[in-house]
């Protein structure tokens, strides 16, 4: 029989002077830096690492910037959904898996030529939507093998 011994989950509670060590981009920066340049990553990591937590004044930083979105966690935990709204306000209000592929292709092409960075929940989103996509053309929609066999010979369909 295994004996279960008491375990403890422990947080850690990062300050403004806190190094960062949880992104490689932002790795090394204060969190007070992070403030400044890019506070979304500070509310990403709220919102999906379980055992990080912020201090009050970090708190209401996020608390004003993200008025309509944040709400506290009761740590340790993760509320991603959270997040996931505040990325879906961004976006007209929709939420990357409501998103079609064609908008997602133009919102990854409006940020690459902007070079704004592009996060993995958009790959993956877009991924998602690109596979559905073409599992959904059917016969129905026109497409079938021997069609795109037709036109690769220069046949009208």
């Not at 090394?28 to 990553?41: A, L, N, R, S, W």
């Not at 940020?111 to 690109?130: H, L, Q, T, W």
Request: aromatic letters at 12%; glycine letters at 4%.
């Amino acid at each position: 029989m295994i004996d279960v011994v008491n375990s403890r989950v422990s947080k850690r509670t990062l300050t403004k002077k806190s190094k960062w060590e949880f992104s490689k981009k932002y790795e090394g920066y204060t969190v007070e830096q992070i403030m400044e340049i890019h506070p979304i990553t500070l509310y990403w990591g709220y919102t999906h690492l379980e055992k990080i937590d912020f201090n009050d004044e970090i708190l209401e930083f996020l608390e004003d910037r993200y008025k309509n979105t944040f709400v506290k966690i009761i740590k340790p935990n993760i509320e991603k959904d959270q997040f996931q709204n505040l990325i879906g306000k961004f976006y007209g209000g929709k939420t990357l898996n409501s998103m079609s592929y064609l908008e997602l292709k133009k919102l990854i092409a409006y940020k690459s030529i902007n070079n704004i960075d592009i996060s993995a929940e958009v790959f993956d989103a877009f991924r998602k939507s690109k596979s559905n996509r073409i599992a959904t053309l059917t016969k129905r929609d026109g497409i079938t093998k021997a069609s795109l066999a037709r036109i690769n010979q220069g046949h009208k369909i």
